[in-house]
């Protein structure tokens, strides 16, 4: 079956720019993270999805981050006014539950000029 | 901020021979799992192991966790080239209803 995809795999903003990078999880997963992985390192958490409910957002860096998943299954991450700082690879994964295995996409390597 | 942290950095060994990667995290935690991440791609999930298990195997691979001194290893025997890629170990902290916490990875190279 298809895994998770992510759109676009690359977007080159210029500063100040806002940008919306989209999500398509497999099908039935309730849940839907959002990392984000500057170069050489981890990811790091940003935002999580249980359905519709984001539950947990601790991790997004500021206000300009904004993250949706209005019928429970596409997810949008919206950065506004991006920032030199904000170019990383976004990556989203979604698992069945909770505490289950992750499934991850290919990433969105945004660069920001 | 990232819970785990992987030992060493980076690796480079034989093909043939056995990658040992170490992982240390820092609160108590549900479970552990090893991700691996081709250069440019997304993370392929490896092994999950809980809390109250002490060692796992998957073909080639074997997790070890000792929760007492918080660290888990991650052996890969018999390396192939198609091993070369990042592996990161990610806890599931037992505060947390939802994130889990990457480190920061080791880069293993396999020369042929």
């Known amino acids: 079956g298809a895994g998770v995809s992510q759109s676009p795999r690359y977007k080159v903003a210029k500063r100040g720019q806002d940008v919306a990078l989209r999500c398509d999880p497999i099908?039935?997963?309730?849940?839907l993270f959002w990392y984000q992985q500057a170069l050489g390192q981890g990811p790091e958490f940003l935002t999580y999805?249980?359905?519709?409910?984001?539950?947990?957002k601790s991790g997004l860096p500021s206000d300009r981050f904004f993250a949706e998943r209005p019928e429970g299954s596409v997810s949008t991450l919206k950065i506004q006014r991006t920032q030199q700082e904000d170019s990383a690879v976004y990556l989203c994964?979604?698992?069945?539950?909770?505490?289950?295995?992750?499934?991850f996409g290919p990433g969105t390597r945004l660069t920001v000029l | 901020s990232q819970q785990g942290e992987e030992d060493p950095q980076a690796l480079s060994i034989q093909e043939g021979e056995n990658a040992t990667m170490n992982c240390s995290y820092k609160?108590?935690?549900?479970?552990l799992q090893w991700y691996r991440q081709n250069s440019g791609r997304g993370l392929v999930h490896l092994i999950l192991?809980?809390?109250?298990?002490r060692e796992k195997h998957s073909g080639r691979l074997r997790v070890t966790l000792d929760t007492s001194k918080k660290s888990s290893s991650l052996l890969i025997t018999a390396s192939r080239a198609a091993d070369t890629a990042s592996y990161f170990c990610?806890?599931?902290?037992?505060?947390?209803?939802?994130?889990?916490?990457f480190g920061s990875g080791t880069r293993l190279s396999i020369r042929p």
């Open positions: 192991i809980r809390s109250n298990e």
């Open positions: 994964a979604s698992s069945l539950l909770t505490y289950n295995e992750q499934f």
């Open positions: 990610a806890t599931d902290p037992y505060s947390s209803a939802s994130k889990i916490i």
């Open positions: 609160t108590s935690i549900n479970n």
């Open positions: 999805f249980q359905n519709e409910a984001q539950l947990d």
């Open positions: 099908s039935g997963h309730v849940s």
